[in-house]
């Protein structure tokens, strides 16, 4: 396959995914478990057979499994951590999409909840004090489609480098050519009874954009 290998046993495989892959047919008797967005990096599982893969699923769709991504937003998020907790469905003017949607809005019927958990790393600025990026880490509590992507862009903070969602004329770091966006840490129970630890540091593109960042004055 020609990606970084995590974690292998009988039944799973955890590979770090690069940005720029789409990783859909990869084998006859591999399967994704869950989802990541092209220009997403990261922690990757996969089932290596149907019973691994229903086991694993399960899990998902119970909420039980733990996922942490680290994400670059721009602008100031003012509190430490805080939960973003709405409907999110298709927008019906781009159906590659996302939108959120509030439990009285009238088009809400039939979307479904999306819960983000965040806590804020480290705060990027100049020294004028104008803070103009935030580096978060996300626990996702649901796993909706462009979930985080989604909601930090209602927050009015989208990922930084994120071409969909991002306002127009945002700012980027100029050495960032993606959404910084990357899976980072799964917790999971096995089909073999083992509740698993799996971690992806951050990928070279995303260290080298952070790098630059630490070099610019600190805010007052």
Avoid: W
């Avoid at 999306?114 to 480290?122: D, G, H, Q, R, S």
């Amino acid at each position: 396959m020609g990606l970084k290998v995590i974690y292998e046993n009988d039944d799973v495989l955890v590979v770090n995914k690069p940005a720029g892959v789409v990783i859909t047919d990869i084998h006859p008797n591999l399967s994704k478990v869950h989802r990541l967005d092209k220009d997403t990096s990261g922690a990757l599982l996969i089932a290596k057979n149907e019973k691994a893969l229903i086991f694993l699923q399960k899990q998902f769709k119970q909420r039980s499994v733990e996922k942490k991504y680290i994400a670059l937003v721009v602008g100031n998020i003012k509190s430490n951590q805080g939960t973003i907790e709405t409907l999110v469905g298709r927008a019906p003017k781009d159906r590659k999409k996302q939108k959120v949607y509030l439990p009285l809005d009238p088009d809400a019927k039939g979307k479904r909840k999306a819960i983000t958990k965040y806590k804020i790393i480290e705060r990027f600025g100049s020294a004028s004090g104008k803070i103009n990026y935030t580096l978060a880490e996300v626990l996702l509590k649901t796993g909706r489609k462009h979930q985080i992507r989604c909601h930090f862009s209602y927050l009015g903070h989208p990922i930084a480098g994120d071409k969909m969602y991002g306002f127009k004329n945002q700012s980027c770091p100029e050495e960032l050519k993606r959404q910084f966006l990357h899976a980072s840490y799964i917790k999971i129970k096995l089909p073999n009874g083992e509740i698993k630890e799996f971690k992806s540091t951050l990928s070279d593109d995303l260290k080298l954009c952070l790098q630059k960042l630490k070099l610019l004055p600190k805010p007052n």
